[in-house]
């Protein structure tokens, strides 16, 4: 599946330094949650354990970014990227 950024998320991966590839894998890979009409991508720390067996490279290089990002998406649009600093409820 092919993501299309929006010139916002493009803005946000920059300033916030998450890498395209990270994006993707958490859209690819993460849990979602649905709210109207935008999806919520992220992933939780105890599901890195089965990506560190199945993807060991990729999250190694990326484990941080990994668990503190989350991911807005509309359809296959990329709305925007933040970063996870603490607990929050969506």
Not at 32 to 48: A, G, L, P, Q, V
Request: hydrophobic fraction near 30%; include cysteine; glycine fraction near 4%.
């Amino acid at each position: 599946m092919k993501n299309k950024f929006t010139k916002h998320a493009n803005q946000r991966c920059q300033q916030r330094g998450i890498p395209y590839e990270v994006v993707n894998f958490i859209i690819k890979h993460g849990e979602t949650i649905n709210n109207h009409k935008m999806t919520k991508h992220f992933i939780k720390r105890n599901s890195m354990a089965y990506l560190r067996r199945d993807y060991p490279e990729f999250t190694s290089r990326y484990d941080k970014q990994l668990t503190t990002t989350a991911i807005v998406t509309s359809g296959k649009s990329v709305i925007t990227a933040m970063k996870i600093q603490h607990h929050f409820r969506w």
